[in-house]
């Protein structure tokens, strides 16, 4: 048996790799460190003094939710330029998996992420900060809201999980103004969590009765694998799961967007993978990408405006095509309105979006020796949804255009001493959204690009003794530009990728005995209207942070 058949055997396999003897060292993005590196910078705010109202201080984590309530800053009234969540977490020295976690806030998700694994000798600790000002809504009163990071211990699983939250409200100013934020934040989400998606058929449905005069909706969405579809770009079709010691359903995962049933969105899936996935010391110190800190993919409602504003229930769902138990999902729906009307009238008036139609071609030949050859899995989207509402300004015309192209080519050489996989996975999407109304066209484009390769090989000798060589390349690339009436009026582009390696050591017995050759490479840069142009590039060598270099 192979690592890989570990990987795919969920939390109660035995294949643990937590326990790992590391020094004890200094600060994250100081050389010479293990701890956990986070190269995502700080986000960018205004210099005026916030006012911090703290969520969660020092709470630590067991399976249940620690709840909080906000109160808007007396100090800070609004309107606010910005608006930030601040996470700090840490889990002292011990034996742990890698948890989720997620913070909601009157019912709405404004974190979700997963966390570091301790080691036996250092006890990992890490902080970031989230842009939370689209939800700037939710603050204008006193909300409920709890912080939770599954962690189940017992007394092979010892580390115990510590974590603070704050939000920090930064006064809006002439020089820094208060950007158009959505007037109503709803609620995705089953009871204010998540919900498990176990198959393609299973959803996440929210049945509403939502404002009159609604001009445009977003619905952020999050969908995160896990269990047997946490590896899901491992994926093969089901007859070649055995062969080929793989997960099945294929490897093409897609969420699915519906409005009272007729098909309204799509939204594609990072492959997201977590500090204990695959290798884990292939992300000591520095994680994968957003690997603690979860990017919400936004899916634009906005032709069905005129539909929503009826007054009538509605119901908003989503689904993931192809799951195989499972994934988490959770949203939130911001709704902006017609400030000078109190009901407004519209319809879809185009919409090509159908179901999905994945191509798999798979030539695998399996004999008595084993099993090669190759699996390509591939999708292929493109689709228009365009949308009326009339309210106080006239006629506005909303349209979505949207194309996603997928691509996943597996090749394989498994025998009784050999597990190789490599995998080569694209997802390129581009979106245009535009409104017209009287005369004026504002226009959003956005492309989106997540490239994922991945190499595994596991090579059993005679003796028994077995090694795990893995590779990985992993990447989030975004660029858009924003224009009204065909001029540009801002643009901004980030990269935020990373290479890892790493050879395991295992004996007969299937215990690590070591490992060689870890490193990492990681680069993050991020510029845009607006913004200072930040750059980090940060290597890693036997787990230990080796290089930092900033600036653009």
């Not at 509402?389 to 255009?401: D, E, F, I, L, R």
Request: glycine fraction near 8%; proline fraction near 6%; charged fraction near 10%.
């Amino acid at each position: 048996m192979s690592f890989k058949s570990c990987l795919f055997a969920g939390a109660a396999s035995t294949c643990l790799l937590s326990a790992l003897a590391l020094p004890t060292l200094a600060a994250p993005l100081v050389p010479g460190s293990g701890n956990e590196a986070v190269i995502e910078p700080a986000v960018q705010h205004p210099d005026e003094t916030p006012c911090v109202v703290p969520l969660v201080t020092k709470a630590t984590f067991g399976a249940n939710a620690v709840p909080f309530t906000f109160t808007p800053p007396a100090a800070c009234p609004g309107p606010w330029a910005k608006v930030i969540l601040g996470m700090s977490i840490s889990l002292n020295t011990g034996v742990q998996y890698d948890r989720s976690g997620q913070l909601f806030l009157g019912g709405v998700p404004i974190w979700f992420g997963t966390t570091a694994e301790p080691r036996a000798t250092l006890a990992p600790y890490w902080s970031f900060t989230k842009d939370v000002t689209d939800y700037t809504a939710l603050y204008a009163s006193s909300q409920t809201g709890f912080l939770q990071i599954a962690n189940y211990q017992s007394s092979v699983y010892t580390s115990t999980i510590t974590a603070s939250a704050t939000l920090s409200f930064y006064p809006a100013t002439k020089s820094a103004p208060a950007p158009v934020t959505a007037d109503v934040v709803v609620p995705f989400s089953a009871a204010g969590g998540l919900t498990t998606l176990n198959n393609g058929t299973d959803q996440l449905a929210a049945t509403l009765t939502l404002p009159k005069n609604i001009l445009r909706a977003t619905l952020d969405l999050y969908l995160q694998g896990q269990s047997a579809d946490e590896f899901w770009y491992f994926c093969v079709p089901n007859a070649y799961t055995g062969p080929l010691e793989s997960c099945g359903s294929t490897a093409f995962r897609e969420g699915e967007v519906s409005v009272d049933g007729t098909p309204a969105g799509v939204a594609p899936i990072y492959p997201w993978i977590f500090t204990g996935g695959i290798d884990p010391y292939l992300w000591q110190p520095i994680p994968g990408v957003q690997t603690f800190d979860f990017t919400a993919f936004h899916v634009d409602l906005s032709p069905f405006a005129g539909v929503l504003s009826n007054g009538s229930p509605h119901t908003i769902a989503t689904s993931v095509y192809n799951a195989d138990s499972y994934f988490s999902a959770t949203g939130a729906l911001r709704l902006f309105l017609d400030h000078g009307a109190s009901t407004v009238t519209g319809s879809v008036t185009r919409n090509t979006l159908g179901a999905p139609a994945p191509s798999v071609v798979a030539n695998i030949t399996s004999t008595s020796a084993g099993s090669t050859g190759t699996i390509d899995t591939s999708s292929r989207r493109n689709f228009t949804i365009s949308g009326t509402v009339t309210g106080s300004a006239g006629k506005m015309v909303n349209t979505v255009t949207q194309s996603v192209q997928f691509a996943n080519n597996q090749r394989f050489d498994v025998t009784s001493a050999r597990d190789l996989q490599i995998v080569a996975q694209t997802t390129d999407i581009a979106i245009t959204t535009s409104s017209s109304v009287g005369g004026n066209t504002t226009q959003y484009a956005e492309t989106l690009h997540y490239p994922l390769n991945i190499t595994y090989n596991f090579f059993t000798a005679p003796s028994g003794n077995s090694s795990q060589y893995t590779a990985v390349n992993q990447q989030f690339l975004s660029n858009d530009v924003s224009e009204v009436n065909g001029a540009p009026t801002s643009q901004s582009s980030l990269t935020d990728a990373i290479l890892a390696s790493d050879t395991l050591f295992f004996n007969s017995s299937f215990s690590i005995t070591g490992h060689n050759n870890q490193g990492e490479a990681a680069t993050y840069l991020q510029s845009g209207t607006g913004l200072r142009c930040v750059k980090t590039s940060l290597v890693a060598t036997y787990n230990v942070l080796s290089s930092v270099k900033t600036g653009c």
